[in-house]
């Protein structure tokens, strides 16, 4: 019977079924579960990100702390509750029962990187006190005005598309009180400073040396333009795809100010940091990664200190390295397990992977990057992807298949991009479902039968 059941819940584990998991073994008393059905109560509640109860149900396992899986589960449970210090205890016991494994390395090396970063955060926190204890101030906020010293006259580059998207018009005292009361922040005198410049742009300099690695870049970040104070112009703090957007539509942290776009169309962004000095403190500046959980990294004291220390985009030039490690990665690197999968399933995997290939050499080649955007040979890719994965998944709706979408090529390990707009993805699939080539019936999606006979006839055409 018990063989049964964990055969069943293994089944629905590859089935990605983690609701029916905990169904199931909840309407199982506690008492009568065992350590192997609580164990797989606890694996499918940190798929479902219900950390916290994972970590009760492994507690109620009093033999667990003897098992290595027990201790992974556990580690895993902590490291995305950000406990990094006890994420690492638990991993290190769980190598030590069973030494080896190449996912609990991973997730063990992670996890000592973000408690190194963690301490270090926490340290920056206690000096920090310390010197405006020293200093008599509570904030912290130097009494020095605001960039001395520093010429600005050259800090902002010039073109139509940062009048359109970036520059308010000069912020009045009255419109500074309202989009702090807005926000719920007071704006740093360095910030209210620059903005007096020129309110809101794309800086000469646009890029900031790190000590930390990003999923940017090992050794700095890159921003696309500083938010100005006000609400007309898409990227302002209060703008159509300002800083509130950011936080509420994006799910950024509800921690301060997002005042940077990055290039990666939204996947990072820089904020002003209040957490640690109050909503009238002087915030530090910080990096948030979207695609790594909401990642932060700390960037610089504060704000002035963040655009004294912007150098340009030179300085970090990489571009034929950057082009050369993509067409590596597009030769050789090996397919995402879900896009392996889907080619699979077509009958010719090989020929298929070569086409694939030969087409995605094509857009390296051309771009100096690997990226899809809206060009032509963009969106045969997007169509290829879409035939594929509809053919596997015929029950597939457009949430379902865009929540997908990044587990093909984008965010897909070796053979992968490393980031997408979603934008894109969207456009391409709106704009087919308008011409007909792709079809929705009762909300599911479908590639039109002759669109697709063109398709296979496209991609051979194409990879030649």
Not at 74 to 85: F, K, S
Not at 104 to 115: G, K, N, T
Not at 230 to 255: H, T, V
Request: net charge negative.
């Amino acid at each position: 019977m018990m063989a049964a059941w964990l055969a069943q819940l293994d089944e629905w584990h590859e089935e990605d079924e983690f609701e029916r998991i905990v169904d199931a073994v909840f309407a199982i008393p506690q008492p009568e579960r065992g350590a192997q059905l609580t164990g797989h109560l606890a694996r499918a509640l940190n798929n479902l990100g219900r950390y916290g109860e994972a970590l009760e149900q492994l507690h109620t396992i009093a033999e667990g702390d003897r098992d290595a899986i027990w201790h992974y589960r556990g580690g895993y449970a902590y490291y995305y509750l950000r406990r990094y210090e006890e994420a690492v205890q638990a991993l290190e016991r769980a190598d030590e029962l069973s030494p080896g494994d190449e996912h609990l390395q991973r997730l063990l090396a992670w996890s000592r990187d973000r408690a190194a970063k963690q301490q270090r955060s926490q340290e920056r926190a206690r000096q920090r006190a310390a010197k405006a204890a020293a200093s008599g101030s509570a904030t912290g906020i130097s009494v020095e005005p605001p960039f001395a010293g520093m010429d600005l006259s050259g800090f902002w580059q010039d073109s139509d598309y940062s009048r359109q998207e970036y520059v308010c018009e000069a912020p009045t005292d009255e419109l500074i009180a309202s989009i702090e009361a807005e926000l719920g922040y007071k704006l740093p005198a360095s910030y209210i400073a620059l903005m007096k410049t020129q309110n809101g742009g794309i800086p000469v300099n646009d890029c900031f040396p790190m000590e930390e690695p990003t999923s940017w870049s090992p050794d700095h970040i890159a921003i696309t333009g500083i938010m100005g104070i006000g609400r007309d112009k898409r990227y302002s703090l209060c703008g159509e795809l300002g800083g509130r957007f950011m936080i509420e539509e994006w799910g950024y942290p509800d921690i301060g100010v997002v005042i940077c776009d990055c290039p990666s169309a939204g996947h990072d962004v820089v904020m002003l940091d209040y957490t640690h000095c109050g909503p009238d403190g002087e915030p530090e500046v910080i990096h948030v990664d979207q695609e790594d959980d909401y990642e932060i990294t700390f960037v610089a004291e504060n704000f002035e200190a963040f655009i004294r220390g912007l150098v340009h985009s030179d300085v970090y030039d990489t571009s034929e390295q950057d082009k050369q490690d993509a067409l590596e990665r597009v030769r050789n690197g090996a397919f995402s397990p879900l896009l392996a999968e889907l080619c699979a399933r077509t009958g010719e995997p090989d020929k298929l992977e070569q086409q694939i290939r030969a087409i995605c050499l094509r857009v390296v080649e051309e771009k100096g990057s690997f990226s899809f955007h809206a060009d032509e040979r963009s969106y045969l890719m997007y169509d290829l992807q879409f035939w594929l994965y509809t053919g596997c998944y015929p029950d597939t709706t457009r949430e379902q298949y865009l929540a997908r979408y990044s587990e093909m090529i984008a965010f897909g390990g070796e053979f992968g991009q490393r980031g997408y707009a979603p934008g894109f993805v969207s456009q391409w699939l709106d704009e087919r479902l308008q011409q007909g080539r792709i079809i929705e019936t009762v909300g599911i999606l479908s590639m039109e039968r002759d669109a697709a006979e063109r398709l296979l006839e496209q991609v051979a055409a194409a990879a030649s």
